[in-house]
């Protein structure tokens, strides 16, 4: 196996154990990896040298991370670097124009690029006519293997009441199923949003608590604009719960096909859900092709990004 490094703006150094109750998508590839975490204002500290480094550049703290040579320091010491997408491909255009160009000017340093979707990957080697690599969305099942069979109910949206998540297109869409409507809690909630009729907050919690918390729900509804890793489509596939969302997210469209609706198309998918909940045979093909095309697309097993063993 590769011996790589990965930088993001994390705090924490090291390796990430399997039973690691925080295992959300970036920690998943660390750990399948076995690379070693490292603050990527860091970079300088590095006392072995690594087969291949992974640089997630931070959404936030540009004009820090910016004024830090990184890839400089990253040269010393690794054959390779690769860059990590991190959120949508666009994101990085409300930096101001200086970091637009820095960031550029960073991807063009790389010597590849590991990227969510397929659409991404046409994107980036657009943008850069670098090669690009898919990261498949992926989940560590240790501590999630041996939940216990409950009676589903209620719907779930994937996220709050901002342009990012697009939770008002979701809290519309769930409201034809006439049940609870509940939540996440994430960085993006706004104001107010507690006050949304039938809308029911969860608290901050665990990775591993969430897909316990997720396996207690008959529907998932994620009509997110912003295309990025897919995760809480992906969490739905593994528990068997239909989701509704819109295309471009590989693991939307792989996992839950018959349940992708093109962007912005509310009145398709309100005819998606009124139907999952008339036709309970649907609902279990619709369960039974999410679970199967997540083991065929996502599972552990099929994991191999950099395309060595």
Known sequence: MEKIV???????????????????????????????????????????????????????????????????????????????????SWYFQDFPLEHQIWFYNILMEMDFLFVHNEIDEKYYKGLTGK??????????????????????????????????????????????????????????????????????????????????????FKYGV???????AGTFALNCAYLGIPCIGYEGLDTQEKCHPSLTVKLGDLVEAKKKIIELKNNKDWYKECSKIAKFNYKQYFHENKFNPTGKK
């Open 131 to 216: 090669e690009c690599k898919l990261m498949p969305t992926l989940m560590i099942e240790d501590l999630i293997k041996d939940l216990p069979k409950v009676e589903r109910k209620n719907v779930m949206i994937g996220g709050n009441f901002c342009s990012w998540y697009g939770g008002f297109d979701s809290y519309i869409v769930a409201q034809e199923l006439k049940c609870p409507i509940y939540v996440p809690t994430m960085g993006r909630k706004i104001k107010n949003e507690e006050h949304m009729e039938n809308l029911n907050h969860l608290p901050y919690m665990s990775w591993v608590n969430w897909i316990k918390t997720l396996n207690q």
């Open 222 to 228: 994620h009509l997110m604009r912003t295309h990025a």
């Open 6 to 88: 990965w930088l993001t703006e994390g705090g924490f150094e090291g390796k990430v154990n399997r039973n690691y109750e925080g295992m959300r998508n970036d920690s998943a590839w660390m750990c399948n990896l076995n690379a070693t975490h490292v603050n990527i204002t860091k970079a300088h500290l590095l006392n072995e040298n690594y087969d291949l480094a992974i640089v997630t550049i931070p959404k936030t703290h540009i004009d820090i991370i910016s004024q830090y040579p990184f890839i400089e320091h990253l040269r010393k010491k690794c054959h390779q670097i690769a860059f990590m997408q991190e959120g949508p």
